[in-house]
C-alpha cells in the first residue's frame, strides 16, 4: 500500500510542486502547480502509482482505464497495466473531450477514469460522459492529487478515490490577486519553475 507520505516524498524528490502564476486547465489561476509528470517520468514511481490505483479499484472489475490526455494518459496506461486492462486516452477537440485514433469502448466495457491532478473535475467529468454516451459503464473515478477545495462533492453518481488531497487556492482570472499585481501568468509546461517542497 502506497501512503502519503512514501507520495509527498516522490513529489519533493522529482520537484514536481512549483510555485508561480499559473493558468490551470480549468482556467482558474493559481500560485501553485503540481506537475505530476516529473513524477511519473521515472517508469519504477508511475508503476508504483498505477498498482495503488489498481489496487482501490480492482473489486469493480474495469475492462478499460481511461485517461485525458495529457496527465492522464501515463496514470491511465500504468493502473491499466497493473489490472490487466486496456489503457485508452481522450483528447480535447473545441473544448470537448473525444476518443480518437481508433480508440472505442462499448457497452460490454466497465471503465475507470484515471487522472494525475484534479481540481475542478471537469476533465474527468466530460470524459465519463464521453464513454457513457457509448454506453460504456463508469465504474469509478481516481487521481494521484486531489486539489479542489472539498466544499462540494466532485462526482456525483461515481465512485471516488484519491491518493492525496492538497488544495492550494485557485482564482477566476477576473479576480486574480496575481494577475492584479502584474505577475506573468503561465500555463505550466512552458518555463522552468521553482520546486517548493
Same mark, same amino acid.
Given at each position: 500500500?502506497?501512503?502519503?507520505?512514501?507520495?509527498?516524498?516522490?513529489?519533493?524528490? %522529482?520537484?514536481?510542486?512549483?510555485?508561480?502564476?499559473?493558468?490551470?486547465? %480549468? $482556467?482558474?489561476?493559481? /500560485?501553485?502547480?503540481?506537475?505530476?509528470?516529473?513524477?511519473?517520468?521515472?517508469?519504477?514511481?508511475?508503476?508504483?502509482?498505477?498498482?495503488?490505483?489498481?489496487?482501490?479499484?480492482?473489486?469493480?472489475?474495469?475492462?478499460?482505464?481511461?485517461?485525458?490526455?495529457?496527465? $492522464?494518459?501515463?496514470?491511465?496506461?500504468?493502473?491499466?497495466?497493473?489490472?490487466?486492462?486496456?489503457?485508452?486516452?481522450? =483528447?480535447?477537440?473545441?473544448?470537448?473531450?473525444?476518443?480518437?485514433?481508433?480508440?472505442?469502448?462499448?457497452?460490454?466495457?466497465?471503465?475507470? *477514469?484515471?487522472?494525475?491532478?484534479?481540481?475542478?473535475?471537469?476533465?474527468?467529468?466530460?470524459?465519463?460522459?464521453?464513454?457513457?454516451?457509448? /454506453?460504456?459503464?463508469?465504474?469509478?473515478? $481516481?487521481?494521484?492529487?486531489?486539489?479542489?477545495?472539498?466544499?462540494?462533492?466532485?462526482?456525483?453518481?461515481?465512485?471516488?478515490?484519491?491518493?492525496?488531497?492538497?488544495?492550494?487556492?485557485?482564482? %477566476?482570472?477576473?479576480?486574480?490577486?496575481?494577475? %492584479? =499585481? $502584474?505577475?506573468?501568468?503561465?500555463?505550466? /509546461?512552458? *518555463?522552468?519553475?521553482?520546486?517548493?517542497?
Amino acid at each position: 500500500m502506497l501512503t502519503k507520505e512514501q507520495l509527498l516524498k516522490m513529489f519533493r524528490e %522529482s520537484h514536481a510542486l512549483m510555485r508561480g502564476h499559473f493558468e490551470l486547465s %480549468s $482556467g482558474l489561476h493559481s /500560485g501553485h502547480y503540481f506537475q505530476c509528470a516529473q513524477v511519473l517520468q521515472y517508469s519504477k514511481q508511475a508503476g508504483t502509482i498505477g498498482r495503488e490505483l489498481a489496487r482501490r479499484f480492482r473489486s469493480a472489475k474495469p475492462t478499460v482505464v481511461v485517461g485525458p490526455a495529457a496527465g $492522464g494518459i501515463i496514470v491511465a496506461y500504468e493502473t491499466a497495466r497493473s489490472l490487466g486492462a486496456r489503457a485508452l486516452y481522450t =483528447e480535447r477537440v473545441d473544448a470537448e473531450m473525444q476518443l480518437r485514433r481508433g480508440f472505442t469502448v462499448t457497452k460490454k466495457d466497465r471503465v475507470l *477514469i484515471a487522472e494525475d491532478a484534479i481540481t475542478t473535475g471537469e476533465s474527468a467529468r466530460k470524459t465519463a460522459s464521453l464513454v457513457e454516451s457509448f /454506453g460504456a459503464k463508469v465504474v469509478g473515478i $481516481g487521481c494521484i492529487v486531489d486539489r479542489s477545495p472539498g466544499k462540494a462533492r466532485l462526482f456525483p453518481g461515481h465512485r471516488f478515490a484519491r491518493l492525496f488531497a492538497l488544495a492550494f487556492e485557485t482564482f %477566476s482570472p477576473h479576480d486574480c490577486p496575481l494577475c %492584479s =499585481e $502584474g505577475l506573468p501568468v503561465t500555463r505550466p /509546461g512552458r *518555463i522552468p519553475r521553482k520546486s517548493v517542497l
